[in-house]
């Protein structure tokens, strides 16, 4: 099993900058490569994929949010970051980190993902 734990949202306004942090434990997760991605869930509306990245450190990123936020994975290994700027009312909703034990690939299927977070709220005032 895995287990994932988001932290780091909260409440900001317009144009500020948030840095997400999800952290994965568990003894499946040291010996099998996996994928991690953050997704999120607006209110009113469907979950929604935001950015993904494999243990190689390669990522891709939903249009919406395409060169504003970035995923990283510092240690290569069972943390992953995902640094948020030029935050907009639009962006509000509770974000999650997600494992693929199986992916070889960064992934935006949502699919693909057997291990959630609890989630972490971010709110942008405007």
């Known amino acids: 099993q895995v287990q994932l734990v988001e932290s780091g949202g909260g409440l900001v306004q317009a144009g500020a900058a948030l840095t997400l942090s999800c952290t994965a434990s568990?003894?499946?997760?040291?010996?099998?490569?996996?994928?991690m991605a953050w997704f999120r869930r607006a209110p009113g509306k469907e979950r929604e994929f935001v950015a993904s990245i494999n243990r190689s450190g390669n990522t891709i990123e939903g249009d919406s949010v395409k060169g504003r936020f970035t995923i990283s994975r510092p240690n290569g290994r069972n943390t992953v970051l995902l640094q948020m700027r030029a935050l907009e009312p639009e962006d509000t909703a509770v974000f999650y980190c997600?494992?693929?034990?199986?992916?070889?690939?960064?992934?935006?299927?949502?699919?693909?993902?057997?291990?959630w977070g609890q989630g972490t709220l971010v709110t942008v005032s405007s």
């Open positions: 997600a494992a693929c034990l199986q992916c070889r690939e960064p992934s935006a299927r949502l699919v693909d993902y057997a291990f």
């Open positions: 568990g003894v499946a997760f040291r010996v099998i490569p996996s994928t």
